[in-house]
């Protein structure tokens, strides 16, 4: 049966079944629990000069195989509520953190600078011109390009950053720990790759565009300024009217998607 995750409440609900609330969770815990204890009291109960009778017998084993399916469903529950959680901040099309994984990986990182004055970059990148490629080539063109980009990313990235899609056509990476001139470094890079990368779609080539904007942070930023300053970077970018010698013809093609 299908299960849904309501990140608002943080519970799992199936249709025709009520919502599986940690206090819930807690409360099978607390059963499973007792019913253990019950077992272990109906073992030391035993009178060693005595056989136990067969209803004793019988009841020992109904209540030591009920504790144990108790145990495995709230396994079960465990490892589904984590997978679905894994869900709820995951981007479908680019397997990226989606708006809401961001949002708490930023929070993350700005709490991590407040607590031991670490720094990083926070780059915003748009893709110029995409509703083109969904109008010229389709919905199913327009996807690739999207995993493309996000294949890029992730793979000219470290493990410590954080890379997300947080809109349509837009990204953010998140380049923890990074100071301003290899964070500069980087995000010129990833710039340069980004607009000389294409995507080869039943016999047409798309040239990739995009603009990145970028802001530094810190110990006493805050996310809404953080992402004001990388879009407003970002779109100075966009409006820029010269030519710009690293949008070169696509040289560089597009890596597999992520899986």
Known sequence: MTAYFDPSRQTIWRPGESALTPSARDEDRRLS??????ADELIAGVDEAHEPSDGYRRLLHKAMTVAAEAQRELLRQDQEIHLLRQLSLTDAVTKLLNRRGFDMALDRALGR???????????????DGFKGVNDEHGHMAGDMVL???ATL???????VDDVARIGGDEFAVLLNGADSILGYQKAAQLDTML???SVDWDGAEIAIRASVGMAAFGAHDDPASVLRHADATMYGQKRR???RLDRAPACLKALPPAE
Do not use: H, K, Q, W
């Open 33 to 38: 629990n007792r019913l253990a204890e019950v």
């Open 147 to 149: 995993a493309s980009v």
């Open 113 to 127: 600078a407040r607590r031991t004055e670490e720094r990083g970059l926070l780059l915003i990148i748009d893709l």
């Open 195 to 197: 607009n000389n990368l």
């Open 241 to 243: 009217a010269e030519p």
């Open 153 to 159: 990313l992730r793979v000219n990235t470290r493990e």
